[in-house]
């Protein structure tokens, strides 16, 4: 059961930011199995701000079933964040929205996007040293009838743009088929998108052990923290830097440590979100079993 409450102490951790929760506060908990799925109750603790981005589903639940709204602290206004998250969750690639600030670029042109001007989103991937996760890039709509070169644009734009009032996402569209009657691109069959899975947050365990691994000091266990934060973060993000030169400070220690522990070569893993999900490992020749000179089961005859 999900539950709203003060901290009791500060000694409880926010799950998203990963800033400590000050004594008293407000803080939203999310029950979830143990570790080790043995049917244990644990709760991942959150500032409220933090689950309306990271949990809004659930954070607007709770939210809802508060008998009095008046003693939660901006209670309408985190209401309405979570609800501005799950649209924005429900955008599939591509989909149109106001840039929230001036940080992010142009994939395309690589020029500034003004803060609040109309851009459209598109899927790429990021790399950051041994982390490679997907997220959002940004185009100008002009840079993105060039570059995605899809007649079909429009029509995906006014049915993934939930973000958007219907003056803007007029506006998007008439600025997107402005610039394709300018660069006409040959039709091509399109697909109805398929429907979009419930999004389920599959991160809460691994994120359970990296706790473990922070109270005993092993640097994987901050890696696998920032790698799932860099997954959550938009390119735009002014944390990114940061949170990036951390990674690479800490990819050294922090694989060699599951090379260690795994007893695999140096460079043999490849890794997800820190954690790693598979092995290239070469076998020498004379390390291999010797194979007998019968089959199983087989007996010398007389």
Same mark, same amino acid.
């Given at each position: 059961?999900?539950?709203?409450?003060?901290?009791?102490t500060?000694?409880?951790?926010?799950?998203?930011?990963?800033k400590?929760?000050?004594?008293? &506060?407000?803080r939203?908990?999310s029950?979830h199995?143990?570790? =080790?799925?043995?049917?244990a109750?644990?709760?991942?603790? =959150?500032?409220?701000?933090?689950?309306?981005?990271r949990l809004?589903?659930a954070?607007?639940d709770?939210l809802?079933k508060?008998?009095?709204?008046?003693?939660? @602290? &901006? *209670?309408d206004k985190?209401v +309405?964040?979570?609800?501005?998250?799950l649209?924005k969750?429900?955008?599939?690639? @591509? =989909?149109?929205?106001r840039? @929230?600030?001036?940080?992010?670029?142009?994939?395309?042109?690589?020029?500034?996007?003004g803060k609040?001007?109309?851009?459209v989103?598109v899927?790429?991937?990021?790399v950051?040293?041994?982390?490679a996760?997907?997220?959002?890039g =940004?185009l *100008?709509? +002009?840079c993105?009838?060039a570059?995605l070169?899809?007649?079909?644009?429009?029509?995906?734009?006014?049915a993934?743009s939930p973000?958007?009032?219907k003056?803007?996402l007029?506006?998007?569209?008439?600025?997107?088929?402005?610039?394709?009657? &300018?660069?006409?691109?040959e039709?091509?069959?399109?697909?109805?998108?398929?429907?979009?899975?419930?999004?389920?947050?599959?991160?809460?365990?691994e994120?359970?052990?990296?706790?473990e691994?922070?109270?005993?000091g092993?640097?994987r266990?901050? +890696?696998?923290?920032?790698?799932?934060?860099?997954?959550?973060?938009?390119?735009?993000?002014?944390?990114q830097?940061?949170?990036?030169?951390?990674?690479?400070?800490?990819l @050294?220690?922090?694989t060699a440590?599951?090379?260690d522990?795994?007893?695999v070569?140096?460079g043999?893993?490849t890794?997800d979100r820190?954690?790693p999900?598979? +092995?290239?490992?070469?076998?020498?020749k004379?390390?291999?079993p010797?194979s007998s000179?019968?089959?199983?089961?087989?007996?010398s005859?007389s």
């Open positions: 059961m999900n539950v709203i409450e003060p901290a009791r500060s000694r409880s951790r926010c799950r998203h930011c990963r400590e929760i000050e004594e008293g &506060d407000l939203f908990g029950d199995e143990g570790m =080790y799925a043995d049917g109750e644990a709760y991942g603790w =959150y500032h409220l701000r933090c689950a309306a981005q809004p589903e954070l607007r709770a809802k508060v008998k009095k709204p008046g003693e939660i @602290p &901006d *209670h985190l +309405a964040t979570c609800d501005l998250s649209k969750s429900a955008s599939r690639y @591509p =989909y149109g929205e840039a @929230p600030s001036g940080h992010a670029r142009c994939i395309r042109c690589d020029q500034p996007i609040g001007e109309l851009r989103a899927e790429r991937e990021i950051t040293g041994t982390f996760t997907v997220g959002a =940004y *100008h709509p +002009a993105a009838v570059h070169e899809d007649p079909a644009l429009s029509t995906q734009l006014r993934q973000l958007l009032s003056t803007d007029d506006e998007l569209v008439a600025a997107c088929e402005a610039a394709a009657a &300018d660069h006409p691109v039709p091509r069959k399109v697909e109805a998108p398929a429907p979009r899975a419930a999004r389920v947050d599959d991160r809460t365990a994120l359970v052990f990296a706790d691994l922070i109270e005993r092993d640097p266990g901050e +890696a696998i923290v920032i790698a799932s934060q860099l997954r959550e973060l938009s390119p735009e993000d002014p944390r830097r940061d949170l990036s030169r951390r990674a690479q400070e800490l @050294p220690k922090a440590k599951w090379h522990d795994l007893e070569p140096r043999s893993l890794f820190g954690v999900t598979g +092995a290239k490992v070469a076998l020498a004379n390390k291999l010797r000179s019968r089959a199983p089961g087989c007996t005859s």
